[in-house]
Every structure is written in structure tokens, then in C-alpha cells.
């Protein structure tokens, strides 16, 4: 079987020697020297000035939301993971979804201002698949209506754009290291900041809102543990050949996919790319539900990833966003991880080619 992501795992004996400072010391929480030690090598190779490092990607949303004092309408995408959408749903914020371009299927900026009204607080846009917003005209959209840009980054990590990494941009940043991204610590997230007051606030956050006897503001707990750092450390060093390794695939499936002429999410030419992923959108969802089956026939897996559109979600009133919903039902995801050989790649592409022609 070949899944749509596999989990890049370092040398185990490397990870027990790593997992074995903080076993020694019997301390395997609450900030200890893992955490801290992954926590500068993510600043350092991210070249951000804060970073804190979390137990997961959502919790890290709400935290953004929380520390801006969010709790009217944010405008967000309608296509990307559920998490970004529940987040603003449960810090009691309204979603305002405003539509895609359907040159990158991030959140079309031009379409930005129609959706502003008095109780517009703050953006949460996705880099989806790590492909940069519109972030020039987001930012001059925010001066203009004193708005708060908070970008989810899950997709991001490695990204970099205009010579910077892609999860420095807005007031707030934030990236999953869950075991599917290209990036990850099993479990684990993180949440960057220029701005030093909200630094503290978040460290504050993630901690029930106190420092020892001092007790500062209401928190909840989003620190993660020694095992998890450890497998960052881990993985850390191998990053750029993981990158590189995708990129060799994702260019062997540009080429062998060519005369099918799919649409892809193009990349900008300020972009430093990822390759965390492989969307390709068919003509219509009849094609994309012929081909997936053609593919799970042979044991491989795919993900429509993301559908629903989230607009769509039946807890929420419904708000069009027709670009969204007509790419959220044409999109799939390839496999895609640091070990899928080419061979592999090479039986995948030639699945894909047959379906078509039926
Ligand atoms: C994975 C993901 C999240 C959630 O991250 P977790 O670490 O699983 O909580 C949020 N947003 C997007 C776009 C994601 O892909």
C-alpha cells in the first residue's frame, strides 16, 4: 500500500540518545532544556524573533485570536483545513468567509474589502499547500481598517518568500508539526511574533496564565513535552534533504502529468517552494472520484484535500464562495513523502494517465 503521506523518522538510536538528556534528569516537561533547545534552532533556522513552541497547529489559532482580543467577525478562507475555521468558531468569533483566486487557491485579496463591516476585527488567512496570500495587499488592507493579520502556517514551514521564511509575515504566525506536515515533532506546533508585549502574553498563554506564585492573566495549557522536542531535534537536521527529496518527486509528476495539463496552484516568483504537497485539480468531480478509485484499486491512497469547502460546514449558516467550492470538489492530493521512489511515483502517474482516457 502506498499512503498519501508517510512520517519521515529519524535514526532511532539517535532519537533515544537525544530523549535520554531529558530521562536522565527525570524532567520531561514543563520547558525543559529539549524544548528550549528546539525552540532557538527553530528561531535560528526561521530567523524569527520570538517562537513558541506547542502542543499542536490549532490550539496555536486561538491563542493568536485570544491575544488580540478577537471576538467579533474574522474574515478567513473557505479552503483549507477545518481547524482554521473551528478555531474562530470557538473563540466565539464569526467566520466571514471571503473566496479564492484560483491562480494559487490562497484567499483572493481582491475581494477583501467588500467583506469589511464595523465589526471586522482581524484576518486568518492559510498559505495553502505553502503558497504564499497576497501578502503586500493584505497588509495594506489591515493599515487601512486597523485589522489584526494572523496567517496559518501549517503548510509553510520551509517556505520562503522575499528572502525571509513565509512564517515571519503578519502580526502573527503560526505552523503544525503534526506527523503528516513536512516538518514535525509526532505531535506539536508553533506560534511566531515580532511584537515582544504579545510574546510574553503567548508564553503566558501556553502556560494557565502564570509564572510560580504570580498569576497574570487567564491561560490554558499548549506546552508540549521532552519526547516531542526530541523528535524535532531529530528531524531538524534533515530538513533540507527531505525538501529536497520532494522536490525531485514533485518535478518527476510535472513531467510525466504535463499532457494532462491539470490545474495546479502556480508559484509565485518570490518563492522559495516547500513541495509539501501535490494538489492537482481534474476537469470535474466525476474524473477526480474515477481516478481516485483507479488509484485505491492498485492500494494507493489519495486525499481530497480539503473537502468540503468549508463554507459549506453544516454548524454554520451558509455563505457562497463558488470558486472554492467548485475547486474543493476537483481537488486531490498525490502521495507525496521524503522515501516515495520514483518507481512508485512512476506507477502512480501511469494510473492517472489510464483514467483519464476511459
Ligand atoms: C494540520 C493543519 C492545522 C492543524 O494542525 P494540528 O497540529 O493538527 O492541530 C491547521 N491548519 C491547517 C491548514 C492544517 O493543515
Known amino acids: 500500500m502506498i499512503n498519501v503521506t508517510k512520517t519521515f523518522l529519524p535514526d532511532l538510536e539517535e532519537y533515544i540518545k537525544t530523549i535520554k538528556r531529558a530521562w536522565d534528569k527525570a524532567w520531561i516537561t514543563n520547558n525543559g532544556e529539549l524544548v528550549q533547545e528546539l525552540e532557538s534552532k527553530l528561531r535560528e533556522y526561521l530567523g524569527v524573533k520570538h517562537l513558541l513552541y506547542t502542543s499542536n497547529g490549532t490550539i496555536v489559532l486561538q491563542m493568536a485570536l485570544k491575544a488580540y482580543n478577537i471576538t467579533k467577525e474574522v474574515i478567513t478562507t473557505p479552503f483549507s483545513y477545518v481547524a482554521t475555521t473551528n478555531a474562530i468558531i470557538w473563540e466565539g468569533c464569526k467566520p466571514v468567509f471571503v473566496d479564492i483566486n484560483s491562480r494559487n487557491f490562497c484567499i483572493d485579496a481582491a475581494k477583501i474589502e467588500a467583506a469589511i463591516t464595523e465589526d471586522t476585527q482581524a484576518i486568518l488567512a492559510t498559505h495553502v499547500y505553502g503558497y504564499p496570500c497576497d501578502i503586500e495587499k493584505i497588509e495594506s488592507i489591515a493599515a487601512k481598517y486597523n485589522l489584526k493579520v494572523i496567517y496559518d502556517g501549517a503548510h509553510a514551514f520551509g517556505c520562503r518568500y522575499m528572502g525571509k521564511s513565509l512564517l515571519s509575515y ?183 494517465l489510464r483514467a483519464q482516457n476511459k
Open 170 to 352: 503578519g502580526d502573527i504566525s503560526t505552523c503544525s508539526f503534526h506527523a503528516t506536515k513536512l516538518f514535525h515533532t509526532v505531535e506539536g506546533g508553533c506560534i511566531i511574533t515580532h511584537d515582544d508585549v504579545v510574546a510574553n502574553r503567548l508564553m503566558l498563554y501556553r502556560q494557565f496564565g502564570h509564572i510560580n506564585d504570580d498569576y497574570y492573566t487567564v491561560g490554558l495549557n499548549a506546552k508540549n513535552s521532552e519526547f516531542h522536542a526530541a523528535m524535532g531535534l531529530c528531524v531538524l537536521p534533515h530538513i533540507h534533504e527531505i525538501i529536497q527529496a520532494r522536490k525531485d518527486i514533485v518535478e518527476f509528476y510535472d513531467k510525466k502529468l504535463a499532457c494532462l495539463k491539470l490545474q495546479r496552484p502556480s508559484e509565485h516568483g518570490e518563492l522559495l517552494y516547500n513541495y509539501s504537497y501535490y494538489p492537482v485539480a481534474f476537469d470535474s468531480e466525476e474524473t477526480l472520484i474515477r481516478t481516485r478509485k483507479a488509484l485505491e484499486a492498485e492500494q494507493i491512497n489519495t486525499r481530497r484535500y480539503f473537502y468540503p469547502s468549508l463554507n459549506n460546514l453544516n454548524y454554520l449558516s451558509y455563505q457562497p464562495a463558488p470558486v472554492s467550492e467548485d475547486l474543493s470538489k476537483r481537488v486531490l492530493c498525490l502521495p507525496l513523502f521524503f522515501d516515495l521512489s520514483q518507481d512508485q511515483a512512476d506507477r502512480i502517474a501511469s494510473i492517472i
